[in-house]
């Protein structure tokens, strides 16, 4: 297995490797949440206008996104004996199949994951899904992650296979690490002091074939 090492500086390669158009969906996600604010000059006798941008991302992705998640999919498993009633490769197994998926998605409220995941598809042209197991119900996980806080591994457009790794990454405030990891604290050798807790942490979540590890990747830069 990898160690974390090689792991972080592989997250690293791949957020430097972003592709332009994947940058410049970053900068206009960055201003639209007014991280990024352009003043706008005050010209006299000017007439007040609306901000239409919540209006235009409404209407061109949020409208077409609910529209398009109203429709539930239809869960089908069929039999593999379509002529046999119980046992194996039966229309009763066959049932319980499908009773099962539909109690997963419902165990994970895919009604409203599905919603999220058509909007990142919408919007960006591509979207995240994660399923994982869930050690506390025994039921696999679903989790629609950022699509442009995901880095998977490289590969031809034509490649239509799962990726070999891909890592996940979310921030956190220096407060959150503090409070939930205290191995991270300056007090006994870690990289976050009690002064540093607003500043925001990049976490990676990293998952190969092996292995799924968790780390810290280092302080938000504000270039």
């Not at 997250?11 to 994947?22: E, G, K």
Request: proline share 8%; with cysteine.
């Amino acid at each position: 297995m990898r160690d974390f090492d090689t792991i972080r500086q592989m997250t690293i390669d791949l957020q430097n490797s972003r592709s332009p158009v994947l940058r410049k969906m970053e900068e206009i996600r960055d201003s639209y949440e007014a991280d990024v604010v352009i003043p706008m000059p005050d010209v006299g006798d000017e007439p007040d206008m609306p901000n239409l941008t919540p209006s235009l991302i409404t209407d061109v992705v949020d409208g077409l996104s609910m529209k398009a998640s109203s429709v539930r999919p239809t869960v089908y498993s069929p039999a593999i004996d379509p002529y046999k009633e119980t046992g194996v490769r039966s229309k009763g197994l066959a049932t319980d199949r499908r009773r099962i998926l539909s109690a997963t998605y419902h165990q994970n409220g895919w009604s409203l994951l599905r919603r999220r995941y058509i909007r990142h598809l919408n919007a960006y042209d591509t979207a995240s899904i994660f399923i994982e197991p869930c050690f506390r119900t025994g039921m696999p996980k679903i989790r629609v992650r950022d699509p442009l806080h995901t880095f998977p591994e490289e590969r031809a457009l034509e490649a239509m296979e799962a990726p070999e790794y891909v890592s996940f990454i979310t921030r956190y405030s220096g407060d959150y690490l503090r409070a939930r990891f205290p191995m991270v604290r300056a007090e006994i050798g870690g990289p976050i002091s009690d002064v540093d807790t607003t500043e925001l942490w990049d976490v990676f979540e990293w998952v190969d074939t092996e292995q799924i590890r968790f780390g810290l990747l280092g302080p938000v830069q504000q270039d």
